[in-house]
Protein backbone atom coordinates (compact mmCIF):
# COMPACT_ATOMS: atom_id res chain seq x y z
CA UNK A 1 0.00 0.00 0.00
CA UNK A 2 1.11 3.34 -0.94
CA UNK A 3 1.90 5.56 1.92
CA UNK A 4 0.42 8.50 1.75
CA UNK A 5 -2.82 6.79 0.47
CA UNK A 6 -3.53 5.83 4.79
CA UNK A 7 -3.36 9.45 5.67
CA UNK A 8 -5.42 11.25 3.11
CA UNK A 9 -8.22 8.60 3.49
CA UNK A 10 -8.46 9.62 6.91
CA UNK A 11 -7.98 13.27 5.98
CA UNK A 12 -11.05 12.73 3.80
CA UNK A 13 -13.03 11.16 5.64
CA UNK A 14 -12.29 13.61 9.14
CA UNK A 15 -13.05 16.67 6.37
CA UNK A 16 -16.79 14.92 5.49
CA UNK A 17 -17.74 14.53 8.96
CA UNK A 18 -16.72 18.01 10.18
CA UNK A 19 -18.71 19.11 7.28
CA UNK A 20 -21.78 17.89 8.21
CA UNK A 21 -20.97 17.88 11.72
CA UNK A 22 -20.87 21.84 11.18
CA UNK A 23 -23.63 24.02 10.34
CA UNK A 24 -26.30 27.08 11.60
CA UNK A 25 -28.12 24.04 13.50
CA UNK A 26 -26.23 22.45 16.32
CA UNK A 27 -26.17 19.13 15.91
CA UNK A 28 -24.12 16.21 17.91
CA UNK A 29 -21.78 14.14 16.77
CA UNK A 30 -22.99 11.20 17.52
CA UNK A 31 -26.17 12.81 15.83
CA UNK A 32 -24.08 13.07 12.30
CA UNK A 33 -23.18 9.25 12.95
CA UNK A 34 -26.90 7.78 13.92
CA UNK A 35 -27.97 9.70 10.56
CA UNK A 36 -25.54 8.49 8.54
CA UNK A 37 -25.80 4.86 9.82
CA UNK A 38 -29.78 4.89 9.43
CA UNK A 39 -29.86 6.53 6.28
CA UNK A 40 -27.60 3.88 4.38
CA UNK A 41 -29.66 1.09 6.56
CA UNK A 42 -32.60 2.72 4.98
CA UNK A 43 -31.30 2.61 1.72
CA UNK A 44 -30.23 -0.85 1.69
CA UNK A 45 -34.21 -1.68 2.97
CA UNK A 46 -34.86 -0.35 0.19
CA UNK A 47 -33.27 -3.10 -1.96
CA UNK A 48 -33.22 -5.70 1.00
CA UNK A 49 -36.58 -5.86 2.14
CA UNK A 50 -34.92 -5.07 5.94
CA UNK A 51 -36.86 -3.65 8.68
CA UNK A 52 -35.25 -0.28 10.22
CA UNK A 53 -36.21 1.26 13.47
CA UNK A 54 -37.02 4.88 14.06
CA UNK A 55 -35.93 7.64 12.33
CA UNK A 56 -32.95 9.35 14.46
CA UNK A 57 -32.83 13.05 15.57
CA UNK A 58 -31.67 15.67 12.79
CA UNK A 59 -31.57 12.96 10.20
CA UNK A 60 -33.45 15.44 7.68
CA UNK A 61 -30.36 17.57 8.30
CA UNK A 62 -28.35 15.63 8.40
CA UNK A 63 -29.23 13.21 5.68
CA UNK A 64 -31.16 15.39 3.35
CA UNK A 65 -29.36 18.70 3.60
CA UNK A 66 -25.94 18.66 4.83
CA UNK A 67 -23.94 14.97 3.32
CA UNK A 68 -25.03 15.45 -0.01
CA UNK A 69 -23.89 18.80 -0.24
CA UNK A 70 -20.49 17.88 1.68
CA UNK A 71 -19.92 14.50 -0.91
CA UNK A 72 -21.04 16.77 -3.83
CA UNK A 73 -17.80 19.31 -2.73
CA UNK A 74 -15.33 16.56 -2.52
CA UNK A 75 -16.37 15.11 -5.61
CA UNK A 76 -16.17 18.41 -7.52
CA UNK A 77 -12.99 18.95 -5.81
CA UNK A 78 -11.81 15.17 -6.88
CA UNK A 79 -13.00 16.15 -10.43
CA UNK A 80 -11.05 19.44 -10.40
CA UNK A 81 -7.57 18.46 -9.24
CA UNK A 82 -7.86 15.49 -11.26
CA UNK A 83 -8.65 17.82 -14.39
CA UNK A 84 -5.29 20.54 -13.10
CA UNK A 85 -3.25 17.73 -12.46
CA UNK A 86 -3.53 15.94 -16.19
CA UNK A 87 -3.94 19.90 -17.49
CA UNK A 88 -0.37 20.84 -16.64
CA UNK A 89 0.89 17.79 -18.17
CA UNK A 90 -0.80 18.24 -21.47
CA UNK A 91 0.03 21.50 -21.69
CA UNK A 92 3.68 21.40 -19.76
CA UNK A 93 2.51 24.15 -17.95
CA UNK A 94 2.87 24.38 -14.52
CA UNK A 95 0.29 26.59 -14.42
CA UNK A 96 -2.36 25.40 -16.41
CA UNK A 97 -5.99 25.10 -14.87
CA UNK A 98 -9.33 24.35 -16.09
CA UNK A 99 -10.14 27.92 -14.18
CA UNK A 100 -7.61 29.44 -15.54
CA UNK A 101 -7.31 28.61 -19.18
CA UNK A 102 -11.32 29.24 -19.51
CA UNK A 103 -12.41 25.55 -19.64
CA UNK A 104 -14.80 26.04 -16.95
CA UNK A 105 -15.96 29.48 -18.23
CA UNK A 106 -16.96 27.75 -21.31
CA UNK A 107 -18.57 25.43 -19.64
CA UNK A 108 -20.78 27.44 -17.78
CA UNK A 109 -21.62 29.69 -20.98
CA UNK A 110 -22.86 26.09 -22.21
CA UNK A 111 -24.62 25.44 -19.44
CA UNK A 112 -26.42 28.85 -19.37
CA UNK A 113 -27.40 28.58 -23.09
CA UNK A 114 -28.43 25.24 -22.61
CA UNK A 115 -31.16 26.33 -19.92
CA UNK A 116 -33.00 28.66 -22.36
CA UNK A 117 -33.99 25.24 -24.14
CA UNK A 118 -34.52 22.79 -21.47
CA UNK A 119 -32.41 22.37 -18.26
CA UNK A 120 -32.17 18.78 -19.32
CA UNK A 121 -29.21 19.80 -21.53
CA UNK A 122 -26.66 21.42 -19.44
CA UNK A 123 -24.57 18.76 -18.87
CA UNK A 124 -24.14 17.85 -23.22
CA UNK A 125 -23.67 21.60 -23.77
CA UNK A 126 -21.19 22.33 -20.74
CA UNK A 127 -19.58 19.64 -22.23
CA UNK A 128 -19.79 20.48 -26.02
CA UNK A 129 -18.41 23.91 -24.75
CA UNK A 130 -15.70 22.94 -22.84
CA UNK A 131 -14.55 20.96 -25.60
CA UNK A 132 -14.79 24.07 -27.75
CA UNK A 133 -12.71 25.93 -24.78
CA UNK A 134 -9.94 23.21 -25.03
CA UNK A 135 -9.72 23.93 -28.62
CA UNK A 136 -10.06 27.60 -28.92
CA UNK A 137 -7.10 28.24 -26.20
CA UNK A 138 -5.21 25.28 -27.69
CA UNK A 139 -4.71 26.81 -30.69
CA UNK A 140 -4.03 30.40 -29.79
CA UNK A 141 -1.64 29.43 -27.94
CA UNK A 142 0.26 27.20 -30.08
CA UNK A 143 3.37 27.93 -30.83
CA UNK A 144 5.31 25.41 -33.81
CA UNK A 145 5.03 22.45 -31.06
CA UNK A 146 5.33 24.47 -27.79
CA UNK A 147 2.49 26.45 -25.68
CA UNK A 148 4.30 28.92 -23.72
CA UNK A 149 3.57 29.72 -20.53
CA UNK A 150 2.51 33.86 -21.37
CA UNK A 151 0.68 33.06 -24.30
CA UNK A 152 -1.59 30.52 -22.70
CA UNK A 153 -2.33 32.44 -19.88
CA UNK A 154 -3.35 35.23 -21.67
CA UNK A 155 -5.47 33.34 -24.35
CA UNK A 156 -6.97 31.19 -21.64
CA UNK A 157 -7.69 34.73 -19.44
CA UNK A 158 -9.11 36.03 -22.40
CA UNK A 159 -11.58 33.41 -23.57
CA UNK A 160 -12.53 33.21 -19.76
CA UNK A 161 -13.81 36.96 -20.02
CA UNK A 162 -14.86 36.60 -23.15
CA UNK A 163 -17.08 32.98 -21.99
CA UNK A 164 -18.08 34.78 -18.73
CA UNK A 165 -19.71 38.40 -20.40
CA UNK A 166 -21.37 35.58 -22.49
CA UNK A 167 -22.91 33.58 -19.19
CA UNK A 168 -23.48 37.08 -17.74
CA UNK A 169 -25.68 38.42 -20.61
CA UNK A 170 -28.17 34.78 -20.61
CA UNK A 171 -28.20 35.83 -16.64
CA UNK A 172 -29.28 39.44 -17.25
CA UNK A 173 -31.72 38.80 -20.25
CA UNK A 174 -33.43 35.77 -18.61
CA UNK A 175 -33.35 35.60 -15.27
CA UNK A 176 -36.48 33.55 -14.96
CA UNK A 177 -36.70 31.77 -17.75
CA UNK A 178 -32.92 30.00 -17.06
CA UNK A 179 -31.74 28.27 -13.97
CA UNK A 180 -29.28 30.80 -13.42
CA UNK A 181 -28.47 32.01 -9.51
CA UNK A 182 -25.82 34.51 -8.71
CA UNK A 183 -24.76 31.53 -6.65
CA UNK A 184 -24.49 29.36 -9.17
CA UNK A 185 -22.24 31.84 -11.20
CA UNK A 186 -19.58 32.03 -8.17
CA UNK A 187 -19.65 28.60 -7.08
CA UNK A 188 -22.13 26.68 -4.26
CA UNK A 189 -23.25 23.47 -2.94
CA UNK A 190 -26.48 24.81 -1.21
CA UNK A 191 -29.07 22.58 -2.65
CA UNK A 192 -27.28 19.40 -3.53
CA UNK A 193 -29.34 16.57 -4.13
CA UNK A 194 -28.48 12.85 -4.63
CA UNK A 195 -29.12 12.72 -7.80
CA UNK A 196 -26.07 14.74 -8.17
CA UNK A 197 -24.29 13.25 -5.78
CA UNK A 198 -24.45 10.29 -7.75
CA UNK A 199 -23.52 11.55 -11.05
CA UNK A 200 -20.78 13.27 -9.97
CA UNK A 201 -19.60 9.79 -8.34
CA UNK A 202 -19.85 8.08 -11.65
CA UNK A 203 -17.98 11.25 -13.53
CA UNK A 204 -15.36 11.39 -10.81
CA UNK A 205 -14.64 7.93 -10.29
CA UNK A 206 -14.14 7.35 -13.87
CA UNK A 207 -12.61 10.21 -15.22
CA UNK A 208 -10.22 10.29 -11.61
CA UNK A 209 -9.58 6.45 -12.39
CA UNK A 210 -8.85 6.70 -15.80
CA UNK A 211 -6.01 9.30 -15.18
CA UNK A 212 -4.70 7.45 -12.02
CA UNK A 213 -4.40 4.72 -14.56
CA UNK A 214 -2.53 6.30 -17.34
CA UNK A 215 -0.11 7.76 -14.98
CA UNK A 216 3.14 6.20 -17.19
CA UNK A 217 1.45 7.72 -20.19
CA UNK A 218 0.97 11.21 -18.45
CA UNK A 219 4.64 10.97 -17.35
CA UNK A 220 5.74 10.78 -20.90
CA UNK A 221 3.35 13.43 -22.24
CA UNK A 222 5.79 15.57 -20.93
CA UNK A 223 8.94 15.15 -22.72
CA UNK A 224 6.58 16.09 -25.80
CA UNK A 225 7.27 15.11 -29.03
CA UNK A 226 10.41 13.69 -27.67
CA UNK A 227 7.92 10.80 -26.13
CA UNK A 228 6.90 9.50 -29.69
CA UNK A 229 10.44 7.74 -29.94
CA UNK A 230 9.50 5.81 -26.51
CA UNK A 231 6.70 4.29 -28.21
CA UNK A 232 3.85 6.58 -27.20
CA UNK A 233 0.99 7.71 -29.50
CA UNK A 234 1.28 11.46 -28.15
CA UNK A 235 -1.27 12.81 -30.35
CA UNK A 236 -3.86 10.36 -29.62
CA UNK A 237 -2.91 10.49 -26.18
CA UNK A 238 -3.64 14.12 -25.96
CA UNK A 239 -6.77 13.95 -27.44
CA UNK A 240 -8.25 11.33 -24.66
CA UNK A 241 -6.38 13.24 -21.99
CA UNK A 242 -7.69 16.25 -23.10
CA UNK A 243 -11.48 14.81 -23.30
CA UNK A 244 -11.73 13.61 -19.89
CA UNK A 245 -10.29 16.91 -18.44
CA UNK A 246 -13.44 18.73 -20.50
CA UNK A 247 -15.54 15.77 -18.97
CA UNK A 248 -14.53 16.61 -15.49
CA UNK A 249 -14.37 20.24 -15.82
CA UNK A 250 -17.81 20.11 -17.38
CA UNK A 251 -19.94 17.84 -15.17
CA UNK A 252 -18.10 20.21 -12.21
CA UNK A 253 -19.24 23.42 -13.51
CA UNK A 254 -22.74 22.18 -14.40
CA UNK A 255 -23.49 20.50 -10.75
CA UNK A 256 -21.48 23.11 -8.91
CA UNK A 257 -21.13 26.69 -10.88
CA UNK A 258 -17.78 28.47 -11.94
CA UNK A 259 -14.60 27.30 -9.31
CA UNK A 260 -11.82 28.13 -9.62
CA UNK A 261 -7.80 27.54 -8.31
CA UNK A 262 -8.68 23.97 -6.98
CA UNK A 263 -7.13 22.15 -10.16
CA UNK A 264 -3.72 24.93 -9.65
CA UNK A 265 -3.55 24.29 -5.79
CA UNK A 266 -3.93 20.75 -5.06
CA UNK A 267 -1.23 19.25 -7.54
CA UNK A 268 1.30 22.12 -6.56
CA UNK A 269 0.88 20.77 -3.25
CA UNK A 270 0.79 17.25 -3.27
CA UNK A 271 3.92 17.89 -6.06
CA UNK A 272 5.72 19.19 -2.96
CA UNK A 273 5.29 16.29 -0.69
CA UNK A 274 5.42 13.02 -3.14
CA UNK A 275 7.51 14.59 -6.45
CA UNK A 276 6.42 14.83 -9.99
CA UNK A 277 5.69 11.06 -10.44
CA UNK A 278 2.05 10.95 -11.59
CA UNK A 279 1.69 7.41 -10.62
CA UNK A 280 1.41 8.99 -7.12
CA UNK A 281 0.64 13.01 -7.88
CA UNK A 282 -2.20 12.18 -10.16
CA UNK A 283 -4.00 9.90 -6.91
CA UNK A 284 -3.06 11.55 -4.20
CA UNK A 285 -3.91 15.20 -6.04
CA UNK A 286 -7.60 13.85 -6.29
CA UNK A 287 -8.14 12.93 -2.17
CA UNK A 288 -6.58 16.05 -1.43
CA UNK A 289 -8.39 18.24 -3.73
CA UNK A 290 -11.82 17.01 -2.41
CA UNK A 291 -10.85 17.49 1.42
CA UNK A 292 -9.42 20.85 -0.34
CA UNK A 293 -13.20 21.74 -1.73
CA UNK A 294 -14.88 20.35 1.53
CA UNK A 295 -12.59 22.41 3.81
CA UNK A 296 -13.50 25.70 1.21
CA UNK A 297 -17.25 24.77 1.56
CA UNK A 298 -16.98 24.71 5.15
CA UNK A 299 -15.86 28.17 5.38
CA UNK A 300 -18.23 29.60 3.03
CA UNK A 301 -21.19 28.40 4.94
CA UNK A 302 -19.64 29.82 9.09
CA UNK A 303 -16.88 32.91 8.14
CA UNK A 304 -19.89 35.26 7.24
CA UNK A 305 -22.77 33.46 9.15
CA UNK A 306 -25.48 34.02 9.03
CA UNK A 307 -24.74 35.21 5.06
CA UNK A 308 -23.56 31.58 3.26
CA UNK A 309 -20.97 33.02 0.44
CA UNK A 310 -20.31 31.08 -2.71
CA UNK A 311 -17.69 28.82 -2.26
CA UNK A 312 -15.86 30.36 -5.46
CA UNK A 313 -14.89 33.29 -3.33
CA UNK A 314 -13.23 31.42 -1.04
CA UNK A 315 -11.27 29.43 -3.68
CA UNK A 316 -10.07 32.57 -4.88
CA UNK A 317 -9.41 34.41 -2.02
CA UNK A 318 -7.17 30.88 -1.30
CA UNK A 319 -5.80 30.38 -5.04
CA UNK A 320 -5.18 34.27 -6.48
CA UNK A 321 -2.39 34.65 -3.71
CA UNK A 322 -0.96 31.01 -4.37
CA UNK A 323 -1.31 31.60 -8.09
CA UNK A 324 0.80 35.29 -7.67
CA UNK A 325 3.44 32.80 -5.81
CA UNK A 326 3.92 30.17 -8.78
CA UNK A 327 4.23 33.21 -11.42
CA UNK A 328 7.13 34.56 -9.37
CA UNK A 329 8.57 31.37 -9.10
CA UNK A 330 8.22 31.35 -12.40
CA UNK A 331 9.78 34.16 -13.17
CA UNK A 332 13.04 33.28 -11.24
CA UNK A 333 12.94 29.90 -13.05
CA UNK A 334 12.31 28.03 -9.94
CA UNK A 335 9.08 26.49 -11.79
CA UNK A 336 9.10 23.12 -13.13
CA UNK A 337 5.92 21.03 -13.96
Known amino acids: M ?31 TAGIAYGVKLTLARFTG ?53 ISSGAALGAALATLISPIYMGPFALVFSLLSVLIVYTVSKVDEGIPVDTLLLAGIAY ?8 WYVYATHPESTQITMMWLLGSFGGATWGEVLLMLAVSALGAGFLSMKWRELNLI ?53 GPNHRDL ?6 FGGTLLV ?18 IITALMGAPFFLYLLMKHKRGELVA
Open 50 to 102: WKVGGEPRYFIIVWELRLPEVLLAYLVGVSLASAGTASQALFRNPLADPYIIG
Open 222 to 274: LFGEESIALGLDVHLYRKVFLFTVAVLTAFAVYTSGIIGFVGLMSPHIVRLLL
Open 295 to 312: FADLLSRTVARPTVLPVG
Open 160 to 167: GFLANAGT
Open 2 to 32: RKWLPPLALLSLLSILLGVYIGPVKVGFSDV
Open 282 to 287: TPASAL
